[in-house]
């Protein structure tokens, strides 16, 4: 049998369904392990296997999402994942033998990784590459990363499982309203999975076959490389006390062809599908070949990520600029900052650099005396935790820019390697073992040529070495150097014409250090923009540069209208009907000094928590009560970054790090004021109802609750209804939040609610969770529902009492 990948892109291939619904039809009890069940129930898991290769799936997957040490631990079985593993992909091969592609299952840990959570980048590579060793010893075919949620997990379950096995791997995510539970789009998944050697990406779970079709569409737009799609058979309704999905195996088999046609290679399905639904879709496929990949047009780009903003760079593109702010040798306020770890200082300079228009932002550690193997990784993560911006990693040293690329939950650009052949074989593998991009300078062990021809010689040699590491051309950027102009400023248009020759010769993108030029020089701002005219009209794509410079702004707005790159002065016009500031620190700035609550405000918005207690100590000399503080500058700050949320314009990320500033605010006021009142609500008892694992939404609400003031217990998962009711009567709760991810489990909770409601019938109930509707809510006598948690935060508050003494 030809292998999976070599067959993907030849002919549309056909998946399996749901597995955890089958197998309780198989007896599965409800709360029970289903990959343990399976050692003991074998021939109960390849029935179902057998049913969906007899209705026509080619590809069966392994009973193996939950079978990674993390979860096997909930149940005492960490130490059966090899057994578990190789026995569920024995078990889908002695169906189908070499007539299906054997597809091995891993999924979410149900934590995330740091900084949203506590896990280590190592320790989850660890995990993930013990299943993936075990899987492929069990014969599957290729290494399938299904139902995540979080980019910065399935990276690391991406790396591990490319660097412990020699299998190709497919990577699926969940979306909601076009963006994971983290705010990953499909864009950027694309972005982040393709360079880091993806062979497969999609998405699967999250809603029906159309909601899905929007996020296939905007991943065949961003990648070339197949696509696959597994949507659940709508969303669950309650029928006669049982979960029930909506969409019948006719109404699912309606969207195989639209699949199909955006270029899908890989169509199947998930929850509340069964095989009747996988041999419909079968039926419905007109046609096996798959779509036409769209024509590449135009010079290619590079494309950088966070995880949830993309930046592309190139010819056809807006010229960008890299705020160089973040850098020691430079700026003596950046060196003490890092020899204090004064990260709230460094965050506010990326910040300053991202209002002022810049597009990424360049982090150098290399503070002298420091240790930048743990500056780098700590600054990384300090960043991309409270700004949404891809990062250019300022640093030559392997060991230092290892760490801060395995940190970094998004497609990086490393800042530098050179044409020496220790910078190219030390970081040029780098960058292909952690998908990211490099900015190569043109100078070698005899520094910088001062003829344009000999830089470009040096770039080919750069492009050469980076594609025989296996980079693509479009993930190299050169930078022809400037020499300052206090010396040699007859040079300048040396580099002036190196960029000329790279893009005509070599066809990569550009990038400039552009302050280089005036060092040593007054009225630096005038060079820096005469030369960046300069530069831009002979091709440059990006600049380092300051962009709290307003010369810089300028020139880099004028310059893409004139040199072709801003179709219809869209940019310019938009850009010309704002005022553009002067330079320094934005506008408001005077206005926080003068107001310390709108500076509360803004500090618990932007997640600095260095800067909380400082500004609450402040407010307090002002109002001298405890709730002033709260209604004034707390709680506005949370329902801004709520709302922003909810719009789709802040992410779980940012909610995250708000909700931990506002926490510090009202632990310092509980701490220092036991007196005076805190609370802005009642008690909320929380839980997952019994027999579901899951927690990550669930802990997310509680975490939410707490910074907004309220009393939460949090019963942690699997919570029997009399536990609840227990907890909610000795506490004197005032709301119980029911959360449940899987269909099996969500049928406990209209048990909890008739509990509640015949012992403690004054308890407000509200519900959520993956799998639970609004209708469902209703359906089962719940008081709320809460989508988000945002949402539940917004129901709880409408729910409570008034404050309590």
Not at 54 to 78: D, P, R
Not at 323 to 336: M, Y
Not at 400 to 428: C, M, R
Not at 480 to 501: D, G, W
């Amino acid at each position: 049998m030809a292998d999976f990948i070599t067959t993907l892109r030849k002919q549309v291939l056909l998946g399996d369904g749901a597995m955890g619904t089958m197998l309780a039809a198989q007896g599965l009890p409800p709360g029970e392990n289903p990959e343990l069940w399976m050692l003991s129930h074998p021939r109960a898991v390849r029935e179902v296997h057998r049913a969906y290769f007899e209705a026509g799936s080619q590809v069966i997957l392994t009973n193996t999402l939950g079978a990674s040490a993390l979860k096997l631990k909930e149940y005492g079985a960490a130490h059966l994942v090899e057994e578990v593993n190789k026995r569920a992909a024995q078990l889908v091969r002695e169906v189908v033998g070499n007539q299906a592609f054997v597809a091995g299952v891993i999924g979410p840990t149900g934590q995330f990784p740091a900084p949203l959570g506590t896990l280590p980048w190592t320790e989850l590579v660890e995990v993930f590459g013990e299943q993936a060793r075990a899987l492929e010893a069990g014969g599957v075919d290729f290494i399938f990363l299904e139902t995540f949620s979080d980019l910065g997990e399935i990276r690391a379950a991406l790396f591990a499982a490319r660097e412990y096995t020699r299998l190709p791997v497919a990577c699926s995510l969940t979306y909601t309203s076009g963006r994971t539970l983290t705010g990953t789009s499909p864009q950027t998944a694309a972005i982040v999975l393709e360079a880091m050697g993806a062979a497969c990406i999609g998405a699967n779970c999250s809603t029906g076959a159309e909601e899905l079709l929007e996020v296939m569409k905007e991943y065949r737009r961003s990648t070339r490389l197949p696509l696959l799609v597994e949507p659940n058979a709508g969303k669950p309704v309650l029928v006669n006390g049982k979960t029930v999905f909506k969409d019948t195996p006719g109404d699912m088999a309606r969207f195989v062809e639209p699949f199909r046609a955006l270029g899908v290679n890989l169509i199947g399905a998930c929850c509340g599908s069964t095989p009747a639904h996988i041999k419909a879709m079968g039926e419905a496929l007109a046609s096996r070949q798959p779509a036409p990949l769209p024509e590449q047009a135009g010079p290619p780009a590079t494309r950088l990520a966070s995880r949830s903003r993309a930046v592309t760079i190139g010819a056809k593109e807006l010229p960008v600029i890299i705020g160089e702010r973040i850098n020691p040798s430079a700026r003596k306020a950046v060196a003490e900052a890092l020899r204090q770890q004064n990260w709230d200082f460094i965050v506010r300079e990326g910040e300053l650099q991202l209002d002022a228009g810049a597009s990424l932002l360049d982090l150098n550690t290399g503070l002298a005396g420091g240790d930048e193997t743990r500056l780098l990784p700590e600054g990384v993560r300090q960043l991309q935790m409270s700004l949404d911006c891809p990062l250019v990693l300022d640093c030559t040293n392997p060991a230092a820019l290892e760490k801060g690329l395995q940190e970094f939950q998004g497609k990086a650009l490393i800042n530098s390697v050179n044409g020496d052949q220790k910078s190219l074989h030390s970081i040029l593998p780098l960058a292909k073992k952690y998908g990211a991009a490099v900015l190569g300078l043109t100078l070698n062990e005899s520094g910088i040529p001062a003829r344009a021809t000999e830089r470009l010689q040096i770039a080919k040699e750069i492009v050469e070495a980076a594609e025989y590491y296996g980079l693509p051309r479009e993930d190299i950027i050169i930078d022809c150097l400037v020499l300052t102009a206090a010396t040699s400023p007859e040079l300048a248009l040396e580099t002036v014409q190196a960029i000329k020759l790279v893009k005509e010769h070599l066809g990569v993108n550009t990038v400039l250090g552009l302050s280089n030029v005036s060092h040593g020089l007054p009225q630096r701002s005038w060079l820096n923009a005469a030369f960046l005219s300069l530069a831009l009209g002979a091709g440059l794509d990006a600049a380092i540069a300051n962009p709290l410079d307003h010369r810089i702004r300028e020139t880099m707005i004028a310059g893409a209208l004139l040199t072709g790159r801003d179709s219809g002065a869209r940019n310019y016009l938009a850009q010309a009907g704002r005022q553009v500031s002067p330079p320094g620190p934005p506008a408001n700035n005077k206005v926080d000094r003068d107001d310390p609550a709108r500076a509360l405000q803004r500090a618990i918005y932007n997640g600095r928590q260095e800067a909380v207690v400082p500004l609450v100590q402040k407010l307090l000399e002002e109002k001298e009560d405890v709730l002033s503080v709260i209604n004034e500058g707390i709680i506005p700050a949370l329902e801004t970054i709520g709302q922003h949320f909810a719009r789709g314009e802040a992410y779980l990320p940012q909610l995250i790090l708000a909700g931990d500033a506002a926490k510090k605010a009202f632990d310092y006021l509980k701490d220092n004021f036991p007196g005076q009142r805190t609370a802005q609500g009642g008690t909320v008892v929380i839980g997952t109802v019994e027999g579901d694992i899951h927690d990550i939404g669930k802990n997310i609400v509680s975490a939410l609750l707490e910074n907004h003031g309220f009393r939460v217990l949090d019963l942690g998962k699997s919570v029997p209804a009399r536990a609840f009711l227990e907890a909610a009567r000795r506490e004197k709760a005032d709301v119980v939040a029911l959360s449940a991810l899987m269909t099996t489990t969500m049928v406990e909770m209209p048990r909890v609610i008739e509990l509640l409601r015949q012992e403690l019938p004054g308890v407000k109930v509200i519900v959520g969770g993956a799998v639970v509707t609004a209708e469902y809510a209703r359906e089962i006598g719940a008081d709320g529902y809460g989508a988000d948690a945002v949402e539940a935060v917004q129901v709880v508050r409408g729910f409570s009492p008034a404050p309590k003494s």
